[in-house]
């Protein structure tokens, strides 16, 4: 019957992200299975867990939307998500999930948690951040860039970050019975794995440059035509940042936390 139940919530809330134009259709089919492996290990605690991440997120995404229009055109995506979206934010939680189902290893619920606070940490960071109004730094050129661009920070957005990570941190403490300590490396791998996504983002992350109007953009088209790639790795797009920050972020904690607490 718990099942049945929770197989209703994730449609509606499926649902309601594609009716509201948070996902597409492939991305809602995606966040149907990142909740159906959530719950399967995880139960409520890790669909809401889940859920906080998905909710808070799009509300930022969709906070103030006017004003990030010129942002957009630097990104490879919309605030809309689709399945490769989904997958680079919750593929990897899920995965965790589904192991704790089968192996029962409390590290992997720790995994979790580090997983979805810094899919938080950094989605926060970048939604928040490009409504401040000073100018970001590069962490590759140390200079003033224009918003949006990848591998940049402000101090709004870093503010947003550390609040991003706490936030499931403090939420990871009371669903999953959580230490103080564990909770704090929670948090403090989340908002690391948001740091990991800057600097890969700003050093390896592909940037391309439209010949039609000179715009550095994560776009492989814009303008109506190809752009032409300035630096980076091809296959190192925002999605794959996103996936291997957090994985490595996720790792790290995991070896720590053994270390420290021998689980």
């Given at each position: 019957?718990?099942?049945?139940?929770y197989?209703?919530?994730?449609?509606?809330?499926?649902?309601?992200?594609?009716?509201?134009?948070f996902?597409?259709?492939?991305?809602?089919?995606?966040?149907?299975?990142?909740?159906?492996l959530?719950?399967?290990?995880?139960h409520?605690?890790?669909?809401?867990?889940?859920g906080?991440?998905?909710?808070?997120s799009?509300?930022?995404?969709?906070?103030k939307?006017?004003?990030?229009?010129?942002v957009?055109?630097?990104?490879?995506?919309?605030?809309?998500?689709?399945?490769?979206?989904?997958?680079?934010?919750?593929g990897c939680?899920?995965?965790?999930?589904?192991?704790?189902y089968?192996?029962?290893?409390?590290?992997?619920?720790?995994?979790?948690?580090?997983l979805?606070?810094?899919?938080n940490?950094?989605t926060?960071?970048?939604?928040i951040g490009t409504?401040s109004k000073?100018?970001?730094?590069?962490v590759?050129?140390?200079?003033?860039?224009?918003?949006?661009t990848?591998?940049?920070i402000?101090?709004?957005?870093t503010?947003?970050?550390?609040?991003?990570s706490?936030?499931i941190?403090i939420?990871?403490?009371f669903?999953?019975?959580f230490?103080?300590e564990?909770a704090?490396?929670?948090?403090?791998?989340?908002?690391?794995?948001?740091?990991?996504?800057?600097?890969?983002?700003a050093?390896?992350q592909?940037t391309?440059?439209?010949?039609h109007c000179s715009?550095?953009?994560?776009?492989?088209?814009h303008?109506?035509?190809?752009?032409?790639?300035?630096?980076?790795f091809?296959?190192l797009n925002n999605d794959?940042v996103?996936l291997?920050?957090?994985?490595?972020?996720?790792?790290l904690?995991?070896i720590?936390?053994?270390?420290?607490?021998?689980?």
């Open positions: 019957m718990n099942s049945f139940f197989f209703i919530i994730i449609i509606i809330a499926v649902f309601f992200g594609y009716v509201g134009r996902l597409t259709l492939s991305g809602s089919i995606a966040a149907a299975f990142v909740g159906i959530t719950v399967l290990g995880l409520i605690e890790g669909l809401f867990l889940l906080l991440f998905f909710a808070t799009s509300y930022w995404s969709k906070y939307k006017d004003q990030k229009d010129q957009e055109e630097r990104l490879a995506k919309g605030s809309r998500r689709d399945w490769l979206q989904v997958i680079a934010n919750g939680a899920a995965l965790t999930s589904l192991l704790y089968i192996t029962g290893e409390p590290l992997y619920v720790i995994a979790f948690c580090i979805i606070a810094t899919s940490s950094d926060w960071a970048s939604e409504l000073k100018l970001p730094l590069s590759r050129s140390f200079q003033l860039v224009p918003k949006g990848s591998g940049a402000s101090a709004l957005g503010l947003a970050g550390i609040a991003g706490a936030l941190a939420a990871s403490l669903l999953f019975a230490s103080i564990i704090f490396l929670v948090f403090l791998f989340g908002f690391f794995g948001n740091l990991l996504d800057t600097g890969l983002g050093l390896f592909a391309y440059r439209c010949n715009l550095e953009t994560e776009k492989t088209y303008c109506g035509q190809r752009t032409e790639k300035i630096r980076g091809s296959l794959v996103n291997l920050s957090s994985l490595l972020a996720a790792l904690g995991c720590v936390i053994n270390e420290l607490y021998y689980f």
